[in-house]
């Protein structure tokens, strides 16, 4: 079974700067697609990015990017030019290949963005 | 396109009652899910359909919960005999697959229906 960890139940950062936000997994599978997806105060669950791991090159979405650290089992979320609209919670998560959407979830990091 | 919508949003019941949610997909996707939510944590799978079969369940879906998708369109989720652990969130989401075929094709989610069971 896979497991997904995000030690950091919360953060802040201010307006403008720079926030990482960590996640860690495990699994034996080689291959397989990791996940953030952000939940404001909606609850509507959006997807920020994925990366698939037999990518080397990681996955950027306009201010949103990765580091994926394939052997350290370790795949961080980085938000540059924090917006005020980016306060939510962020779920990291993993799917394994040809596994249709059946996602782990980790327990989510709540991160609020100060003016 | 409207979204994947879920009825009712919240849902307050007491323990041992019968609830039913329903999920309208985004038309024309022929995949649909449902996760759980308890608060403070992740959502965890529970089950999903291709069209109108369901291919795999969850073993937190116990046979109090049952799911179905009659004709593909929507689905529904019924509850019976609920109990105060089934207190939680829970979401739908769908997504348009290549026809059987496994893949990580974009999941769009609704906003959910919260349950409270006193």
């Known amino acids: 079974a896979q497991t997904v960890t995000q030690s950091q139940p919360e953060m802040s950062v201010q307006e403008a700067e720079t926030v990482t936000l960590s996640c860690t997994y495990d699994t034996s599978e080689n291959n397989y697609y990791l996940f953030w997806y952000k939940q404001p105060p909606s609850r509507q669950m959006i997807l920020v990015i994925r990366?698939?791991?037999?990518?080397?090159q990681n996955a950027t979405e306009n201010r949103f990017s990765v580091n994926f650290q394939k052997a350290a089992k370790s795949f961080s979320l980085k938000i540059s030019d924090s917006q005020l609209g980016d306060t939510a919670m962020y779920f990291c998560?993993?799917?394994?290949?040809?596994?249709?959407?059946?996602?782990?979830f980790g327990g989510g990091t709540r991160l609020m963005v100060k003016p | 396109d409207t979204g994947v919508s879920q009825d009712p949003r919240h849902k307050i019941t007491k323990r041992g009652q019968n609830v039913t949610f329903r999920c309208d997909p985004i038309?024309?996707?022929?995949?649909l899910y449902w996760y759980r939510q308890t608060l403070g944590q992740g959502p965890e799978f529970l089950t999903y359909f291709q069209n109108e079969a369901q291919l795999e369940k969850s073993r937190l879906l116990s046979d109090r919960f049952s799911a179905e998708r009659p004709k593909g369109s929507f689905s529904t989720l019924e509850i019976q005999r609920t109990e105060q652990g089934d207190s939680a969130m829970y979401l739908c989401?769908?997504?348009?697959?290549?026809?059987?075929?496994?893949?990580?094709?974009?999941?769009?989610f609704g906003s959910g229906t919260q349950l409270s069971v006193l």
């Open positions: 990366q698939e791991a037999y990518k080397q």
């Open positions: 989401a769908s997504s348009l697959a290549p026809r059987g075929v496994s893949t990580n094709e974009k999941l769009f």
């Open positions: 038309s024309e996707h022929n995949r």
């Open positions: 998560a993993f799917m394994k290949h040809w596994e249709g959407n059946m996602l782990t």
